[in-house]
C-alpha cells in the first residue's frame, strides 16, 4: 500500500515538473508573466496575511538601508534566545563585540500588543555570474532581506505602530552598546581628502562617573536632575521655539575636576565627546563646517576657553591704547595676520554657540572650562549660550567623603573629624587631596594615608597663612610708602608754595625801591 503510494507520488511530481518545463520552455515569456500575476492574485484573494520586506541595501547596493540595520539589532537582541540556527557576527565599536542574529532562511515570532508577527531572514542569487564594478560588496549579486508576516487585519497597528516601535528601539539599542569615542579636529592646513572628515577619533574609555565624582552630593543631584530634563526635552524644547542643546560653562582652580565632570557627563549621557581644539582651526568658516560634521547626541568642549585664542581683546580697545598705539607699516601688519595659526573671531565663535547654523541637528551640549572666567567676553558666557554655570571649588567635606571611598574603600574612620575641620579651615584642590589619600606602597594603610592628608592640610594651612601675612604686610608697607608719598607731596607742595610768596616779596621789595 505505502509502495502504491509513493509511486503515485513520484509520477505526480514528475507529471508537475515535465509540464512547468514545458511551459518554461515553449509559452513566451509575456504569457508567462501575465499568468503568475493572475495566479499570485488569485493566492493573495485566498491568503489572509500580508508580508513587508526590508533589503539590506538600498539604492543599486551602494548604501546599507539604516532600516534594516536597525532591525537586524532589534531581532539580535530576541533571537539569541528564540532562533534555533544562529550566526556570530563581530561588531566595531560596541561593548558587545560579539553579535549573535538570525542565519538566512530562519524565523522567529515577536508579539506587539497582543499581535503577534514572523520575522524571517532570507537570502537570494537572482544571477551568481553579475558583477558590479561599482559596488564595495560581493560580487555574487546576493540580495538579503527580512520579511515581516502578520495577517491583513493588522494592518493599521504594524504600518503605523508596530515598524516604528522596531525602528526606535533597534537604533536604541545601538546608543546603548556602543562604545563611546573622544574627537578632536584634524588641522586645517593640511588639507582634506575626497570625503574625508574633519574629525579623527578614539575609544573613550574614561572610568569617570559622578559616583566618583569628587562633589557637594547636592550640586550634583542639581547637575544630574539638569541633564535628565534636558536628554527627555526635545518636544519641549520644540514648543518653546528653542534649538535642542544647552551650555555648560565649568569654571574654578586647576585642579577642581573639570575634565572629570565633562567625563562623567558623557558617560550619564552616553554622548560621544568632541574636543574642539580652536587654534587648528583655520578661520570661521571652517569653524562652522565642523559644526555641521558634529552629529546630534554629542557633546562639544572647549578647554581652557580663555587661553585657547585672545578671544576677550577683540571686542573693543581702550581709548588710551588706541591713542598712544604706534602706528604699523602696511606690509608688516599683513605679515603678521597671515602668520596666524587661526583667524577665528569672538563673533564666529558666538555664531557657532548660538547662531543659526547650530540650530542645525539637536540634542547637542557644548561644554566651556575656564581657571579664569573674569577673563570671558560677557557675551561669550551670558544665559542662552552657557545656560548654567558650574563653580568647581575646592574640596569640600562631602567631596572628601566620596575620595576616600574611592581611593580607600573606607566610608568612616575616626580622623574624618580632623580632616572635615582643616577642610573649613584651609583650600585644597580634589587631585591633591586624592593625590595624599592614594597609598604609594603595599605598607601604607587606611590611617597611615588619611594622617599623610592631615600633615599636607595643616601645611597648607601654614604656607596659606604664612603668605596672607605677606600679603598683609605688604598691603601695610604700600599704603605707608603711599602715605609717605602723600605726606611728602604735600610738604613739597607748601615749600613750593612758601617759595613762590619769598619771591615775589622780595620782587615786590625790589620794584618799591626801583621807584623810590
Not at 262 to 283: G, Q, R, S
Request: aromatic content about 10%; glycine content about 4%.
Amino acid at each position: 500500500m505505502m509502495r502504491e503510494r509513493w509511486s503515485q507520488m513520484g509520477s505526480l511530481m514528475a507529471t508537475v515538473l515535465f509540464m512547468y518545463t514545458i511551459f518554461e520552455r515553449f509559452f513566451p515569456s509575456s504569457f508567462r508573466d501575465r499568468l503568475q500575476a493572475y495566479a499570485q492574485k488569485v493566492a493573495n484573494h485566498f491568503n489572509p496575511y500580508i508580508q513587508i520586506t526590508f533589503p539590506e541595501f538600498s539604492g543599486e547596493r551602494l548604501k546599507k538601508s539604516e532600516a534594516y540595520n536597525a532591525i537586524q539589532i532589534y531581532l539580535s537582541a530576541n533571537s539569541s534566545q528564540r532562533a534555533k540556527r544562529l550566526k556570530a557576527e563581530v561588531v566595531k565599536d560596541s561593548q558587545n563585540p560579539l553579535v549573535l542574529s538570525m542565519d538566512d532562511n530562519e524565523e522567529i515570532t515577536d508579539e506587539f500588543q497582543g499581535v503577534k508577527v514572523w520575522w524571517s531572514a532570507k537570502k537570494v542569487s537572482s544571477n551568481p555570474q553579475k558583477y558590479n564594478p561599482f559596488s564595495y560588496y560581493d560580487s555574487s549579486d546576493e540580495k538579503r532581506f527580512y520579511k515581516l508576516t502578520f495577517h491583513r487585519s493588522y494592518r493599521d497597528i504594524i504600518t503605523m505602530s508596530y515598524i516604528k516601535h522596531v525602528l526606535e528601539e533597534g537604533k536604541e539599542i545601538e546608543l546603548t552598546n556602543r562604545q563611546l569615542k573622544l574627537y578632536t579636529n584634524n588641522p586645517s592646513s593640511g588639507g582634506y581628502g575626497y570625503k574625508q572628515s574633519k574629525w579623527s577619533h578614539i575609544v573613550f574609555e574614561h572610568p569617570a562617573s559622578f559616583e566618583t565624582l569628587a562633589m557637594d552630593q547636592k550640586r550634583k543631584e542639581d547637575i544630574l536632575k539638569d541633564l535628565a530634563k534636558f536628554k527627555k526635552g526635545k518636544e519641549y524644547y520644540s514648543k518653546i521655539g528653542k534649538a535642542w542643546k544647552r551650555g555648560y560653562l565649568l569654571y574654578g582652580p586647576p585642579g577642581t575636576g573639570k575634565s572629570t565632570m565633562i567625563a562623567a557627563i558623557a558617560k550619564f549621557m552616553n554622548y560621544d565627546v568632541y574636543d574642539l581644539e580652536l587654534t587648528a582651526v583655520k578661520d570661521n568658516t571652517e569653524l562652522k563646517k565642523l559644526l555641521i560634521e558634529t552629529p546630534s547626541k554629542s557633546i562639544t568642549v572647549i578647554e581652557d576657553i580663555d587661553c585657547s585664542l585672545d578671544l576677550t581683546g577683540q571686542r573693543k580697545k581702550k581709548k588710551e591704547e588706541v591713542d598712544n598705539e604706534e602706528p604699523k607699516d602696511p606690509m608688516r601688519k599683513n605679515e603678521e595676520e597671515s602668520s596666524k595659526s587661526s583667524k577665528v573671531t569672538l563673533s564666529g565663535l558666538l555664531n557657532f554657540i548660538d547662531g543659526i547654523w547650530s540650530a542645525c541637528g539637536g540634542e547637542r551640549i557644548i561644554i566651556f572650562t575656564t581657571n579664569y572666567v573674569e577673563k570671558l567676553d560677557p557675551a561669550l558666557i551670558r544665559r542662552g549660550r552657557m545656560d548654567k554655570h558650574i563653580e568647581m571649588s575646592y574640596c569640600c567635606f562631602d567631596a572628601f567623603k566620596v575620595l576616600a571611598k574611592n581611593y580607600l574603600d573606607v566610608e568612616s574612620h575616626l580622623l574624618f573629624g580632623r580632616i572635615g575641620t582643616l577642610l573649613q579651615e584651609t583650600e585644597m584642590s580634589p587631585a591633591d587631596v586624592a593625590e595624599n589619600l592614594m597609598p604609594k606602597s603595599e605598607d601604607e594603610d587606611v590611617e597611615t594615608c588619611l594622617e599623610n592628608l592631615i600633615n599636607a592640610l595643616k601645611k597648607n594651612k601654614e604656607e596659606n597663612a604664612n603668605k596672607k601675612e605677606e600679603e598683609e604686610a605688604e598691603e601695610i608697607w604700600e599704603e605707608k610708602a603711599k602715605e609717605e608719598y602723600t605726606q611728602n607731596k604735600e610738604i613739597n607742595r607748601e615749600n613750593g608754595r612758601r617759595r613762590r610768596t619769598e619771591r615775589l616779596g622780595r620782587g615786590e621789595s625790589q620794584r618799591r625801591i626801583y621807584y623810590e
